[in-house]
């Protein structure tokens, strides 16, 4: 299993950025029972998680980006995506994709870094 996070950059505070993550190598099935995260890494800071999306399509979010962010899922895809709006400096940080399967474990994407600038 493979994730390929993609669509980090650099923008101006307020503006919006969209991040995607694809799991080429899960199996459509297992991709559909799998549960979707976005966590961060700060500079300087521990990884944080930012949002979760169950099999269902649940999400959680953390208090820091209610409200301004979105996680979706295409399982005929097999993407996640994190929709960020209204972005801020302190959103600034390297964005990990992760899966968390009861079939095939626990993987992380390579990370990709947004800056947001004022």
């Known amino acids: 299993v493979q994730l390929q996070a993609s669509g980090g950059g650099s923008v101006q505070a307020g503006g919006s950025q969209r991040l995607s993550c694809a799991a080429a190598r899960m199996i459509t099935s297992v991709f559909s029972a799998t549960t979707l995260g976005w966590y961060r890494r700060p500079p300087g800071k521990e990884r944080e998680l930012v949002a979760v999306?169950?099999?269902?399509?649940?999400?959680t979010y953390a208090d820091s980006v209610k409200g301004r962010f979105t996680i979706s899922r295409d399982s005929a895809r097999k993407k996640v995506y994190l929709q960020m709006n209204s972005l801020k400096p302190e959103d600034t940080a390297v964005y990990y994709c992760?899966?968390?399967?009861?079939?095939?474990?626990?993987?992380w994407g390579q990370g990709t870094l947004v800056t947001v600038s004022s």
């Open positions: 999306i169950t099999k269902d399509g649940d999400a």
């Open positions: 992760n899966s968390r399967s009861p079939v095939v474990g626990e993987y």
